[in-house]
């Protein structure tokens, strides 16, 4: 071997991190751990929760609730909700000689997010006419129901919040 065969075998090879084969196989771990890490964080910030602590009992009550229904429906009873910011109001219609309460719980429930679930108190103000306040601004589908103190009767259905028509509640009759 002469002296510029040397050189020149010795100038070819290069240290492992000049290489493209090492780096290139690096690659695909890297990425996976940075989306591990980014996924945790996503986890961590966006704490959901539960939509229910208490499915199981909630799935025994469901003719309780059915009962409900049907008796709004036998009450004849409809309701429109209104907002406009925070505010929050009620018209509620019922058969001629039903007497509707002096209060009535309208419950705000998000689809996903059990943390952001709202029951708000609602006044009479006379005539069917109800208000109240929500704890903050509302947007998307939330499920709406609304429920005498007594639990006699309940009205429900899905909202799009940020709609500028009022939500109708119309009760099913009893068959």
Do not use: C
């Amino acid at each position: 071997m002469t002296m510029s065969q040397t050189m020149t075998l010795r100038s070819e090879v290069q240290p492992w991190y000049k290489q493209r084969w090492p780096w290139l196989l690096m690659a695909g771990p890297v990425a996976v751990v940075i989306a591990g890490a980014v996924t945790t964080w996503l986890a961590v910030v966006s704490n959901d929760g539960l939509v229910t602590d208490d499915y199981y009992k909630q799935g025994l009550a469901v003719n309780q609730t059915l009962k409900r229904d049907h008796q709004a429906g036998s009450l004849g009873l409809q309701a429109d909700v209104m907002r406009s910011g925070q505010s929050v109001r009620l018209l509620i219609r019922a058969n001629e000689g039903v007497a509707v309460p002096q209060a009535i719980d309208l419950r705000l429930a998000h689809p996903t997010r059990a943390g952001q679930d709202q029951v708000v108190a609602m006044v009479s103000e006379g005539q069917g006419f109800y208000s109240g306040k929500l704890r903050g601004e509302l947007g998307g589908r939330w499920l709406v129901s609304i429920e005498d103190p007594a639990g006699q009767w309940r009205l429900h259905g899905e909202w799009l919040a940020d709609s500028d028509e009022p939500l109708r509640l119309t009760a099913q009759p009893a068959k």
